[in-house]
Nanobody
Framework: QVQLVESGGGLVQPGGSLRLSCAAS????????MGWYRQAPGKAREAVAH????????YSLNSVKGRFTISRDNAKNTVYLQMNSLKPEDTALYYC???????????????WGRGTQVTVSS
């Protein structure tokens, strides 16, 4: 089992920045990819970004490219999502996920965190 704990969410004004963190613990050897998803009220959960432990990162949402950056601290088993130039439409519950990269566009995620709320509003 892998446990994921997200942090760093909050209320920010449009144009502001936040950095989300996701700390993984447990059977880290069983995973080789982590990612971020988000779910806005009344909408389906959507993939945001993914990072393989090899260092390769990909972004699933065109709307965040150039504004969001996913990164990983191997020593801390922690993945980050740096979010800049935030917009009201970025408001959502952000979830961390962990699993295996099997060569598909999106890794197969078996473990999920409980989420951290990001609200972008003036």
């Amino acid at each position: 089992q892998v446990q994921l704990v997200e942090s760093g969410g909050g209320l920010v004004q449009p144009g502001g920045s936040l950095r989300l963190s996701c700390a993984a613990s447990g059977s880290i050897f069983s995973i080789n990819a982590m990612g971020w998803y988000r779910q806005a009220p009344g909408k389906a959960r959507e993939a945001v970004a993914h990072i393989r432990f090899s260092g390769v990162s990909t972004y699933s949402l065109n709307s965040v490219k150039g504004r969001f950056t996913i990164s990983r601290d191997n020593a801390k088993n922690t993945v980050y999502l740096q979010m800049n130039s935030l917009k009201p439409e970025d408001t959502a519950l952000y979830y961390c996920a962990a699993g295996r990269d099997v060569g598909t566009i999106v890794p197969v995620y078996n473990y999920w965190g409980r989420g951290t709320q990001v609200t972008v509003s003036s």
